[in-house]
C-alpha cells in the first residue's frame, strides 16, 4: 500500500489533493499527482520567482510555457530553443544520465516541429577523484547520443569546483529551425482525435525519476536510485526525430508533446491541460517491454524515446503509413474527448479520474516570502585595495581548468555535421550558417563563482556575460534561456540564493530588453546537506549579419590599437579566478547594467560593419579578465603576434584579472580609433586605449616595472594547466 | 543511364540512422548534379550513374559499424553494379558498410582511444583510384574527421599488396604531405585514411563538410567534382 511520502508529496499536500478531489486519491492517481506536484514537474517553488522574468519581446512567437520557446530569426525562420538539466541521473549513472539529457532536449525541439541544428552543454565537474570518473562518462554520454542523431555540438561550457563532487551539472542546450509557417504545440488536441504513442515499448525504467531522484536531496541512498535513471537509444531518437518531423512537416498533428520527466503521466495530463480537452487513455495499448506491468509502472515509466501525437481521424491512415515507413513501433492509445479530465483505462475498467486542471494546476505553489527584496540586499565582502603583481599568477589564471583550453572533450563531439558550422566549439560564440541571408550565433556561459557569495549579482553577471559573447558579432540577441541549478529550496538559504540568482537574471534581461523565452529549474543539488553554488547556465541566440565573415577574435598582425570598451570605473576582483588562487574568498561586483545597455548599442552598431570600423578582432572579457581574454586572442597557429600594454601600476591586478562581464578588448586599425571615439562618446561610453600590437610574441606590460609574458609558455599554459612543470 | 556529359545523377543512399544524407545531398547539388535518394529497401537501383553511401550511424552502429548495413536489401545491387564498374564513394560510416560488405578490404575498427574524434585533418592523395584521375598524387587535402571507428586494419600480409595494387588511396598526413605517427589520428594502418578497389572507393574524411573556406575548407568540393568528372570551374 502506497502512502503520501511513497511518491515524494508532503502531508499538507496530500490533504490538498484531498480537499480538491472530495476524496481520496486511488493509489494510481497517487502516482500521478506524486510525479505531477513533484519539484521537478510543478517548479512549485520557483515558479512565482520566474514570473519576474520579461518573456515579452518583438521577436518572440512562443514564451515560457510550451516544450520549448520560440524565437522569429527572418521572415522564413523560426528558431525553437532552449536549457535543460540532467543534473541527478548524470551523477548516478553519469554516461546514459548525460546521453538522455541531450535525447530529452532535442525531443523538446522536435516537439515544436522545429528540427534541431545546434547542441551546446554547459557542464560543472567536482575536483575529487570521483569525478574524474564522473566526466569522463558524462562527457561520453553526451557524444554518444549527440554524434550518433547527427546533431552538431557547436559551443559549451565547463568549470570546476568541489562544490560540484556529488553535484555535478549536466545542462544541454538545443536550438532548432522551424519554417515560419509551421505552428505546432502540445495545445492544439481536438476532440475526436486519437492518441498515438511511437517509438520505444514501455519499460520499468525510469519510474520515479521526476518525483524521487529529480526533486530529492542525495543522501547515503544514493546507489539505490540508479534503477530510475533511464537508458538512452540515440538509433531510436533519430528515427522517432525523423518521423516526428515528417508528420509534422505535412500537417498531420493537431498537437505533439513528447515523453520526458514521468512520462505518460505528465505527457497526457500536460497535453490535455495546455489543449483544455478530456484524454481517455487505455494502458492496455500501450506497448510494453516486459510482461506483466501495472497501470502504475507504465503512467510512470520514463523510457526514452516516445513521442505523443494527436491525430485527427481523416489524418490517421496517412500518419500511420508514415510511422510504419519510418519503422517505428507505435500503438493507439487513447483518444481526445469533450472536457477537462484525464482518464486512465484498462479496457472497459476505469483506474483513474482526475481533473486537470486540480493535476496540473493544482499543486500549491511556494509563495514568495514578503520580506525577499530585503534578503537580497547586497552581500559586500571587502576586498584589498592595491596587491602587487606576481607574474606567475598569469600562468596560473590561464590555466586554471575554468579558462584552459579544452579540444580534449570537444574533439569527442560531432561539431561539423549539418554544413552550418561556421565558428565551432574552439571560439566562445557558435557562429553558424542558416541560408543564403540567414545566421545565427549561440553562446552559452555559466559563471558559477560569481554567484557564491552575493547570488543576484552572479544572475546579473551571467546574462551581461552571454550578450556580451554575441555582441562582439554585432548579432542581435532574440531570445534567453535559463537553467537555474540550485539545492534544496526547503532550507531558507538555498531558496535565498536561488531567489537572488532569478531575479538577477530579470533585472539584467529587463533592463537589456531580452525576454527569456523557456528554461529549467534543477533543486535539491545537495548532497549530505552540501549545495553547490547556485548556478545559472544561460544560453542566447542572436541574428548574425553576416554569418560567413564573422567578426575576428584572434590577432595575427602588429601595429593594431588595443582599447578597451566599457572598462569599470573602479575594477574589482571580487568571485573571479585569481581570487580563487590566492584563496581569497569575495562577492562579484553589481554590474552598471545602464552603461553596459550603451557599450552593447555601440559595439553592436560598429560590429555590424567590422570593415568599416576598421574592428580587426574583438573579444568579451570574462572568466580570467582582461589578461585571459587577451592571451587567448594571440594564440593563432603561429602565434607570432604580441601587444605592449601601458597600464598603471598600482591598480594593475585589478585591471587584467577583473571578471567584470560587459566590457571588452578592441584591436583597432589605427587609422579608425577616431571613429570609435567619436561613437563611444556619442553614446557616454568609456574607450580606454592600452596599447598596440607587436611583432614580438610576448605580453609586454609597461607602466611601472616592465613585466613580460613569453608567448610560447602562456600557450603551454593554455594547453597544459598552470602548473604544467618545465616552465 | 543519363548523360555524362550533361548532368551527371548521384544516388545517395539512406539506410536508418544514416545522418549525413541532408549534407551529401547539398553538396552533389551545389556541384550542379542530380542527387537521387535511395531507400535502402529497393532491390533495384533506378538509373544513376554514382552511388554514394553516406555517414551517420545506420542501424546505430548496433553488432559492429556497418554490419547491418552491409546485409541492407539495395546492398546486392550495389554490389552488382559495382562489378559492372559503376563508381560507387563510401564516405565514413558508407566506407565501414562497405568494409563490412567485402566491397572494399579491411576492416574500421574501435579508434585506440575509445573515443569519438572530431577534428580537421590534412590527407595526402597516395594513389588517385579509377575515377579520381584529375587528382595529383602527392595532392594535400583538409577535410574534417568525425568517427568512433576508424582504425583502418587489414589482414597480416595484406598491407603490401594494396600498396602494390595501387589500393592506398589517402593517409593521415601533416600539411605537408608526410605521414608519420604524429599525425595518424586514430592508429590505422599507415595512416590509411581511404582505399579502393575497381570503382569502389571508401574513406573516413568527409569530403561533403568541405564545401567551402568559411566552412573551413573547400577541398571536398574538388574532391567530389574530380570523381564526377566535373572538371575546371564549378558553380556555387
Given amino acids: 500500500m502506497l502512502t503520501y511520502m511513497d511518491v515524494g508529496l508532503s502531508f499538507k499536500e496530500n490533504q490538498e489533493i484531498v480537499r480538491l478531489l472530495r476524496r481520496h486519491p486511488n493509489q494510481l492517481e497517487l502516482g500521478l499527482f506524486g510525479a505531477l506536484w513533484s519539484e521537478h514537474c510543478s517548479y512549485k517553488s520557483s515558479k512565482p520567482l520566474l514570473a519576474r522574468l520579461p518573456h515579452e519581446g518583438r521577436f518572440v512567437v512562443q514564451g515560457p510555457g510550451g516544450n520549448a520557446g520560440v524565437v522569429q530569426l527572418s521572415y522564413r525562420w523560426d528558431?525553437?530553443?532552449?536549457?535543460?538539466?540532467?543534473?541527478?541521473?548524470?551523477?548516478?549513472?553519469?554516461?546514459?544520465?548525460?546521453?538522455?539529457?541531450?535525447?530529452?532536449?532535442?525531443?523538446?525541439?522536435?516537439?515544436?516541429?522545429?528540427?534541431?541544428?545546434?547542441?551546446?552543454?554547459?557542464?560543472?565537474?567536482?575536483?575529487?577523484?570521483?569525478?574524474?570518473?564522473?566526466?569522463?562518462?558524462?562527457?561520453?554520454?553526451?557524444?554518444?547520443?549527440?554524434?550518433?542523431?547527427?546533431?552538431?555540438?557547436?559551443?559549451?561550457?565547463?568549470?570546476?569546483?568541489?562544490?560540484?563532487?556529488?553535484?555535478?551539472?549536466?545542462?544541454?542546450?538545443?536550438?532548432?529551425?522551424?519554417?515560419?509557417?509551421?505552428?505546432?504545440?502540445?495545445?492544439?488536441?481536438?476532440?475526436?482525435?486519437?492518441?498515438?504513442?511511437?517509438?520505444?515499448?514501455?519499460?520499468?525504467?525510469?519510474?520515479?525519476?521526476?518525483?524521487?531522484?529529480?526533486?530529492?536531496?542525495?543522501?547515503?541512498?544514493?546507489?539505490?536510485?540508479?534503477?530510475?535513471?533511464?537508458?538512452?537509444?540515440?538509433?531510436?531518437?533519430?528515427?522517432?526525430?525523423?518521423?516526428?518531423?515528417?508528420i509534422v512537416g505535412k500537417g498531420l498533428a493537431d498537437a505533439v508533446q513528447d515523453l520526458g520527466a514521468a512520462g505518460l503521466t505528465s505527457s497526457t495530463a500536460e497535453l490535455a491541460y495546455a489543449s483544455q480537452v478530456g484524454l481517455i487513455v487505455d494502458v492496455s495499448q500501450v506497448m510494453c517491454r516486459e510482461p506483466e506491468m501495472s497501470a502504475?509502472?507504465?503512467?510512470?515509466?520514463?523510457?526514452?524515446?516516445?513521442?505523443?501525437?494527436?491525430?485527427?481521424?481523416?489524418?490517421?491512415?496517412?500518419?500511420?503509413?508514415?510511422?510504419?515507413?519510418?519503422?517505428?513501433?507505435?500503438?493507439?492509445?487513447?483518444?481526445?474527448?469533450?472536457?477537462?479530465?484525464?482518464?486512465?483505462?484498462?479496457?472497459?475498467?476505469?483506474?483513474?479520474?482526475?481533473?486537470?486542471g486540480v493535476l496540473v494546476g493544482g499543486c500549491p505553489r511556494l509563495p514568495i516570502p514578503s520580506d525577499l527584496s530585503t534578503l537580497l540586499g547586497e552581500e559586500l565582502l571587502e576586498e584589498e585595495t592595491s596587491i602587487p603583481l606576481n607574474p606567475e599568477w598569469g600562468y596560473q589564471v590561464l590555466g586554471h581548468p575554468d579558462c584552459r583550453e579544452r579540444s580534449a572533450i570537444y574533439r569527442r563531439y560531432d561539431s561539423t555535421i549539418g554544413v552550418r558550422t561556421v565558428w565551432g566549439p574552439d571560439h566562445d560564440v557558435a557562429v553558424l550558417r542558416i541560408d543564403d541571408t540567414d545566421g545565427v550565433a549561440i553562446a552559452v556561459c555559466a559563471p558559477a563563482r560569481w554567484a557564491a557569495v552575493d547570488s543576484t549579482a552572479g544572475g546579473i553577471g551571467a546574462v551581461v556575460n552571454a550578450l556580451s559573447l554575441v555582441a562582439t558579432q554585432g548579432a542581435e540577441p532574440l531570445g534567453l534561456t535559463d537553467g537555474i541549478n540550485a539545492g534544496n529550496p526547503d532550507k531558507p538559504q538555498a531558496y535565498r540564493r536561488m531567489a537572488g540568482l532569478i531575479e538577477g537574471i530579470a533585472q539584467a534581461a529587463r533592463v537589456l530588453e531580452v525576454p527569456v523565452t523557456g528554461g529549467n529549474v534543477s533543486l535539491h543539488n545537495e548532497t549530505r546537506g552540501q549545495a553547490i553554488w547556485p548556478t545559472a547556465a544561460i544560453g542566447v541566440?542572436?541574428?548574425?549579419?553576416?554569418?560567413?565573415?564573422?567578426?575576428?577574435?584572434?590577432?595575427?598582425?602588429?601595429?593594431?590599437?588595443?582599447?578597451?570598451l566599457n572598462p569599470p570605473k573602479v575594477s574589482r576582483l571580487g568571485g573571479?579566478?585569481?581570487?580563487?588562487?590566492?584563496?581569497?574568498?569575495?562577492?562579484?561586483?553589481?554590474?552598471?547594467?545602464?552603461?553596459?545597455?550603451?557599450?552593447?548599442?555601440?559595439?553592436?552598431?560598429?560590429?555590424?560593419?567590422?570593415?568599416?570600423?576598421?574592428?580587426?578582432?574583438?573579444?568579451?572579457?570574462?572568466?580570467?579578465?582582461?589578461?585571459?581574454?587577451?592571451?587567448?586572442?594571440?594564440?593563432?597557429?603561429?602565434?607570432?603576434?604580441?601587444?605592449?600594454?601601458?597600464?598603471?601600476?598600482?591598480?594593475?591586478?585589478?585591471?587584467?584579472?577583473?571578471?567584470?562581464?560587459g566590457q571588452w578588448i578592441l584591436y583597432i586599425e589605427p587609422d579608425f580609433l577616431s571613429k570609435w571615439e567619436d561613437a563611444c562618446q556619442a553614446r557616454g561610453v568609456r574607450l580606454q586605449d592600452i596599447g598596440i600590437t607587436t611583432d614580438s610574441p610576448d605580453i609586454v606590460i609597461k607602466g611601472g616595472r616592465t613585466v613580460t609574458w613569453p608567448l610560447q609558455e602562456l600557450w603551454h599554459a593554455y594547453r597544459q594547466g598552470g602548473d604544467f612543470i618545465g616552465r | 543511364m543519363s548523360d555524362h556529359t550533361a548532368q551527371p545523377t548521384v544516388g545517395i543512399i539512406v539506410f536508418p540512422g544514416s545522418n549525413c544524407d541532408q549534407d551529401t545531398v547539398l553538396a552533389i547539388q551545389a556541384l550542379g548534379a542530380r542527387a537521387v535518394v535511395l531507400d535502402y529497401r529497393l532491390a533495384e537501383l533506378p538509373p544513376v550513374d554514382f552511388l554514394i553511401l553516406p555517414g551517420g550511424f545506420s542501424y546505430g552502429d548496433y553488432l559492429r559499424s556497418g554490419a547491418l548495413a552491409a546485409a541492407a536489401p539495395i546492398m546486392d545491387a550495389v554490389e552488382k553494379s559495382a562489378a559492372s564498374g559503376m563508381p560507387v564513394l563510401g564516405i565514413c560510416n558508407g566506407f565501414q558498410i562497405l568494409c563490412e560488405r567485402g566491397l572494399l578490404p579491411g576492416a574500421l575498427l574501435p579508434n585506440p582511444s575509445g573515443e569519438f574524434i572530431c577534428q580537421w585533418q590534412t590527407v595526402r592523395v597516395v594513389n588517385a583510384p579509377k575515377g579520381f584521375e584529375t587528382m595529383a598524387d602527392g595532392t594535400v587535402l583538409r577535410l574534417p574527421i568525425a568517427h568512433h571507428d576508424g582504425s583502418y586494419r587489414v589482414a597480416e600480409g595484406q598491407l603490401a599488396s594494396l600498396f602494390e595494387h595501387g589500393q592506398v588511396f589517402l593517409q593521415y598526413s601533416d600539411d605537408k604531405g608526410g605521414a608519420h605517427a604524429l599525425v595518424n589520428p586514430n592508429g590505422s594502418v599507415a595512416n590509411i585514411a581511404g582505399v579502393s578497389q575497381g570503382s569502389v572507393v571508401g574513406l573516413m574524411p568527409h569530403p561533403e563538410r568541405a564545401m567551402a573556406q568559411y566552412l573551413g575548407s573547400d577541398d571536398g568540393r574538388g574532391f567530389l567534382a574530380a570523381w564526377l568528372g566535373l572538371r575546371g570551374n564549378v558553380e556555387c
Fill in chain 1, 79 to 246: 528558431l525553437a530553443f532552449k536549457i535543460e538539466s540532467h543534473n541527478h541521473p548524470s551523477y548516478v549513472e553519469p554516461e546514459q544520465g548525460a546521453a538522455t539529457g541531450v535525447g530529452g532536449i532535442l525531443r523538446d525541439i522536435v516537439a515544436m516541429g522545429a528540427r534541431p541544428i545546434a547542441l551546446a552543454d554547459i557542464l560543472k565537474f567536482g575536483t575529487d577523484d570521483k569525478s574524474q570518473t564522473l566526466r569522463r562518462g558524462i562527457v561520453e554520454g553526451i557524444g554518444d547520443y549527440g554524434n550518433a542523431i547527427g546533431i552538431p555540438t557547436v559551443t559549451g561550457t565547463v568549470g570546476y569546483s568541489e562544490v560540484y563532487d556529488a553535484n555535478p551539472l549536466v545542462n544541454v542546450l538545443a536550438v532548432g529551425l522551424r519554417a515560419r509557417n509551421v505552428h505546432v504545440g502540445a495545445d492544439g488536441a481536438r476532440p475526436g482525435s486519437v492518441l498515438i504513442l511511437m517509438g520505444q515499448a514501455t519499460g520499468r525504467d525510469g519510474i520515479h525519476g521526476a518525483s524521487l531522484l529529480a526533486s530529492q536531496d542525495f543522501g547515503e541512498q544514493t546507489e539505490e536510485m540508479r534503477p530510475t535513471v533511464q537508458v538512452g537509444d540515440p538509433f531510436m531518437g533519430k528515427l522517432l526525430m525523423e518521423a516526428t518531423l515528417a
Fill in chain 1, 296 to 356: 502504475y509502472e507504465i503512467m510512470l515509466s520514463e523510457t526514452q524515446e516516445r513521442m505523443l501525437v494527436s491525430i485527427p481521424l481523416d489524418k490517421l491512415k496517412e500518419t500511420l503509413d508514415l510511422i510504419s515507413d519510418y519503422e517505428l513501433p507505435y500503438t493507439e492509445i487513447g483518444r481526445v474527448v469533450e472536457g477537462d479530465f484525464l482518464r486512465i483505462v484498462k479496457g472497459d475498467v476505469v483506474l483513474a479520474d482526475v481533473p486537470t
Fill in chain 1, 541 to 564: 541566440v542572436a541574428r548574425h549579419p553576416h554569418p560567413l565573415s564573422p567578426v575576428l577574435d584572434q590577432v595575427a598582425r602588429p601595429n593594431l590599437r588595443i582599447c578597451l
Fill in chain 1, 576 to 661: 573571479s579566478v585569481l581570487q580563487e588562487i590566492l584563496g581569497i574568498t569575495g562577492s562579484y561586483p553589481r554590474l552598471d547594467l545602464a552603461g553596459i545597455k550603451s557599450s552593447l548599442h555601440v559595439l553592436m552598431d560598429m560590429a555590424q560593419k567590422a570593415d568599416q570600423a576598421g574592428l580587426a578582432a574583438v573579444r568579451s572579457i570574462g572568466l580570467g579578465g582582461t589578461f585571459v581574454a587577451i592571451a587567448r586572442s594571440l594564440m593563432t597557429p603561429s602565434r607570432n603576434v604580441g601587444v605592449q600594454l601601458n597600464l598603471p601600476a598600482d591598480s594593475l591586478v585589478f585591471d587584467l584579472f577583473n571578471e567584470m562581464a
